[in-house]
T-cell receptor, first 114, second 112 residues
Framework: DAGVTQSPTHLIKTRGQQVTLRCSPK?????VSWYQQALGQGPQFIFQ???????QRGNFPDRFSGHQFPNYSSELNVNALLLGDSALYLC?????????????FGPGTRLLVL | AQSVTQLGSHVSVSEGALVLLRCNYS??????LFWYVQYPNQGLQLLLK??????LVKGINGFEAEFKKSETSFHLTKPSAHMSDAAEYFC??????????FGQGTELSVKP
């Protein structure tokens, strides 16, 4: 049973560029959440997708956008990259949206903005 | 609004000693609480989850946590530390929409 997968594993971009990160949820899961983890910090919630719609959003600017596909996979897009966007981006999946559901995390994509 | 505070950003124990990692939460609704572990350059792995079924929750790798409502705490313990337990540990609470709110993390070091 495949767990949550993310691609790419590492990425280097320059300021002002755009980036797309991808996530495939665990088999049987239909909800995907994205988190940003800066160095030495706990993960911060970006947004959650369920039924191809953004259901909840954290305190992140509109430069951060996402999408969920009919097969439940998801993308995170970041426009106009800033140095402060350098972080580990984690995707998590669960069987449905809701606070009682356990979220399972992927290995993350490490983004470095120069 | 929910929040989590982890007391102690670094904890160091000797191999075989008791591990105690502290977590206090704030929640306006009955909380769902989680402990995750993160090994270097990896994602988060679920250790255990509190869902109100029992106040003492047993997880993987010999870890357990006790929910104490009166103290708003959910501390993580392990009777005997192994070298392989060295990692970053995160306590989290889920809000009503399913968003996880994490603490700052506690780095556990295990000395031989």
């Amino acid at each position: 049973d495949a767990g949550v997968t993310q691609s790419p594993t590492h990425l280097i971009k320059t300021r002002g560029q755009q980036v797309t990160l991808r996530c495939s949820p665990k088999s049987g899961h239909d909800t995907v959440s994205w988190y940003q983890q800066a160095l030495g910090q706990g993960p911060q919630f970006i947004f959650q997708y369920y039924e191809e719609e953004e259901r909840q959003r954290g305190n992140f600017p509109d430069r951060f956008s996402g999408h969920q596909f009919p097969n439940y996979s998801s993308e995170l897009n970041v426009n106009a990259l800033l140095l402060g966007d350098s972080a580990l981006y984690l995707c998590a999946s669960s069987s449905r949206a809701g606070y009682q559901e356990t979220q399972y995390f992927g290995p993350g994509t490490r983004l470095l903005v120069l | 609004a929910q929040s989590v505070t982890q007391l102690g950003s670094h904890v160091s124990v000797s191999e075989g000693a008791l591990v105690l990692l502290r977590c206090n939460y704030s929640s306006s609704v009955p909380p769902y609480l989680f402990w995750y572990v993160q090994y270097p350059n990896q994602g988060l792995q679920l250790l255990l989850k509190y869902t109100s079924a029992a106040t003492l929750v047993k997880g993987i790798n010999g870890f357990e946590a006790e929910f104490k409502k009166s103290e708003t705490s959910f501390h993580l313990t392990k009777p005997s530390a192994h070298m392989s337990d060295a990692a970053e540990y995160f306590c989290a609470v889920s809000d009503q929409g399913g968003k996880l709110i994490f603490g700052q993390g506690t780095e556990l070091s295990v000395k031989p």
